[in-house]
């Protein structure tokens, strides 16, 4: 039977979407609840999840704009369910029927209990090893992060099973197989390149859901059966869907605290939509039942030393990204000569040229005119002017570079990251910030590659977004120079002998001065003053 899946309404101003990416394949073999791809509309971005399990028939192609209602796959259910039950099944369900043909009770557990265990001996399953993937030259070893699924939880070949953390990224590790995980490896683990993580048992699994199927004709078995299935106490009680977990992880919700309404038990997105925390004074609710014994006085005093004594604390492992960004600033600090300037800058003419031609630049380039694009671009053509603040040492030898590849830090939950702007002094406004607004995107969705991260001849960090007046950056190594950006404040200046009123913006230049003099590095600086403080320099690269 194949079940017609369709667009869903979504909102009532909504009347099409666009198809995202297929997290399915045509032909693959999906169970109720599964993830099968992203919907887009022009307000928001949900997900489609499946209304059986069966076989995937994909009908509309990643791209394609769909109305509500509108079908966009087909699952057959008939075609996909588990093969069917060993021959030699029936013979053991009838042998327990016939010696006790009478009783209803104690012939309903072993008609259900005995096939139960045909299926498990039958089904041979062949062991898939899953081992940590290469992920760059000068990775040797990767951390554990976290496991999106369970030991013993049913995978579907390409589901996430956990995040794995370098020195450098972070990356996902998709399952090469469908079957049951066995984890090797827990979280927090480091492993070295090559190393076993997990096993994948191909075939395990699928058999067992059989052992609901057979219904022996008695009165008593097939009603309890459904009614586990129905209660929560199936066979896959308290599994999440994917997009059940997702939902149960963001509410903080223990999946073992939800009854399930999908099959064998299984957690539904409806369930984890419903599902709320368990309310703390639960415990508590069975000590009021005994009846009034009010006589410990003592138990006052008893619990005010726990309530003035209320200090938690509590230990986090730090992240492999987070121990290398502590490392390497240590050894910035203690391998450079690095030294701070300081100048500021009138942002005034950028933000008067910003505000004239920011809306015709969004609509014709599709993206904002940020500050980040102006101070790119002034760096890039002071660097062309004072090439040592672009160089850096190797060994007893400084390198000098004619390109400018720019690092950007970007912040995120998991610590800063840099990724690069390459040739940056080619290109233009447009291109400048639809490469900031890309590689920013990847940096928060911890999607950022090492060779995105890599290779920057200099780095620009702004940490006035978070308020900054002033502060001293660290050089990002192997680079000998950093540029930060600060708030930018309104302050009383003197321009042309009157006291007037400016939005200014402290800048930091660290540089290491082994390379780079301090005559070179304040040059540098007030060139990068000029270029913002007169913008039209940057037209004609003066």
């Known amino acids: 039977m194949a079940v017609d899946m369709k667009i869903p309404p979504v909102g009532e101003s909504i009347t099409e979407v666009t198809v995202g990416t297929w997290y399915k394949k045509e ?40 109305p509500i209602g509108a079908s966009i796959c087909t699952i057959d259910s ?4 588990p093969s069917p039950a060993p021959t030699a099944e029936p013979a053991k369900v009838e042998t327990p029927v016939q010696a006790a043909p009478a009783p209803q009770t104690a012939p309903a557990v072993q008609a259900v209990a005995e096939p139960v265990q045909a299926p498990v001996a039958s089904s041979a399953a062949s062991v898939i090893e899953m081992k ?53 490896a827990q979280a927090g683990e480091t492993l070295p390149i090559g190393a076993l993580i997990a096993k994948i048992e191909v075939g395990a699994g699928v058999a067992v859901a059989p052992s609901t199927t057979p219904a022996p004709a008695t009165n008593a078995p097939a009603p309890e059966v459904a009614s586990n299935s129905q209660n929560g106490n ?5 599994y999440p869907s994917p997009a059940a977990a997702k939902i149960l992880d963001e509410k903080g919700v223990s999946a073992q605290q939800v009854q399930g309404t999908g099959v064998g038990g299984r957690l539904t997105k409806d369930d984890a939509m419903k599902a709320s925390p368990a309310p703390a004074p639960a415990v508590q609710s069975n000590v009021p039942a005994q009846p009034a014994a009010p006589k ?59 505000n004239k031609y920011k809306d015709k630049f969004k609509e014709k380039n599709g993206v904002g005119l940020g500050f980040m694009s102006f101070f790119t671009k002034a760096v890039s053509i002071a660097l062309k002017d004072f090439p040592a603040v672009n160089a850096q040492i190797d060994g007893d030898q400084m390198v000098f570079n004619d390109f400018c590849d720019i690092s950007i830090a970007v912040s995120t939950e998991r610590g800063l990251v840099v990724p690069v702007i390459r040739d940056a002094d080619k290109l233009s406004f447009a291109g400048i910030e639809k490469e900031i607004v890309r590689l920013a995107g990847l940096a928060r969705d911890n999607k950022l590659t090492i060779d995105q991260m890599t290779g920057g001849t200099f780095t620009i960090t702004n940490g006035g977004t978070f308020g900054s007046m002033l502060s001293t950056p660290i050089i990002n190594a192997p680079q000998s120079a950093i540029l930060g950006m600060h708030n930018i404040v309104e302050r009383a200046v003197v321009v042309n002998g009157e006291i007037v009123i400016r939005p200014i913006m402290y800048l930091a230049l660290s540089y290491d001065h082994r ?28």
């Not at 008939?78 to 369910?81: A, D, L, V």
């Not at 579907?156 to 090797?184: Q, Y």
């Not at 410990?296 to 005093?301: D, I, M, Y």
């Open 78 to 81: 008939g075609g996909s369910t």
């Open 132 to 184: 940590v993937p290469a992920v760059g030259e000068s990775v040797t070893e990767v951390t554990i992060a976290s496991w999106s699924k369970k030991d013993g939880d049913q995978v579907a070949l390409d589901e996430v099973l956990c995040e794995l953390e370098s020195d450098k990224a972070t990356f996902e590790l998709p399952a090469e197989a469908a079957g049951i995980l066995r984890i090797v």
């Open 27 to 66: 032909g693959d073999h999906v169970k109720m609840d599964d993830v099968l791809c992203g919907l887009d509309s022009d307000k928001a971005t949900f997900e489609l999840t499946a209304e059986a399990d069966g076989v995937l028939h994909i009908l509309a192609q990643e791209g394609d704009v769909l």
């Open 234 to 238: 199936g066979y896959a009680a308290h």
């Open 515 to 542: 390379i780079i003099d301090g005559k070179e590095s304040v040059s540098f600086l007030v060139r990068v003053k000029q270029i913002l403080e007169d913008p039209s320099r940057i037209i004609f690269d003066m």
């Open 296 to 354: 410990p006085a003592t138990a006052t005093p008893s619990a005010a030393p726990a309530a003035i004594g209320e200090r938690g604390q509590r230990r986090e492992k730090m992240t492999s990204l987070r121990r290398t960004i502590a490392r390497r600033l240590v050894a910035v600090k203690n391998e450079t000569a690095m030294l701070t300037t300081f100048n500021e800058v009138d942002m005034k003419a950028v933000m008067d040229l910003r």
